[in-house]
């Protein structure tokens, strides 16, 4: 069974800086990539926020670029998701998925995932 389990949420103040994990069972890192998104209040999911899809590949979304950073400890099967500098308007649900190796052209299309997890509330205080 494949689970995706993201952890790592919380209130933190602007400017201050959290770490996100997925944990990711039932599948190989070689078979699917791992993309970030998240869901404000009353707004539309955004994402992908970044997506490491190769060893010479990293897609970051423009308005988290230098802020977030995506990491993978295959050791662990957990992806991370580092930010800093956070802004109360990254206040969000943030969810991990996964991206089939066969759909990477699609990896902007959040249809193109196949398995997603239940989220994690990070709230940015000003």
């Known amino acids: 069974e494949v689970q995706l389990v993201e952890s790592g949420g919380g209130l933190v103040q602007a400017g201050g800086s959290l770490r996100l994990s997925c944990a990711a069972s039932?599948?190989?890192?070689?078979?699917?990539?791992i993309g970030w998104f998240r869901q404000a209040p009353g707004q539309e999911r955004e994402g992908p926020l970044c997506?490491?899809?190769?060893?010479?590949?990293?897609y970051y979304e423009d308005f988290v670029k230098g802020r977030f950073t995506i990491s993978t400890d295959v050791a662990k099967n957990t992806v991370y998701l580092q930010m800093k500098s956070l802004k109360p308007e990254d206040t969000a649900v943030y969810y991990c998925?996964?991206?089939?190796?066969?759909?990477?052209?699609?990896?902007?299309?959040?249809?193109?995932?196949?398995?997603w997890g239940q989220g994690t509330q990070v709230t940015v205080s000003s």
């Open positions: 039932g599948f190989s890192f070689d078979d699917y990539a």
């Open positions: 997506i490491d899809l190769s060893d010479d590949y990293t």
């Open positions: 998925a996964a991206l089939s190796h066969y759909r990477y052209s699609d990896f902007d299309e959040p249809t193109s995932y196949d398995y």
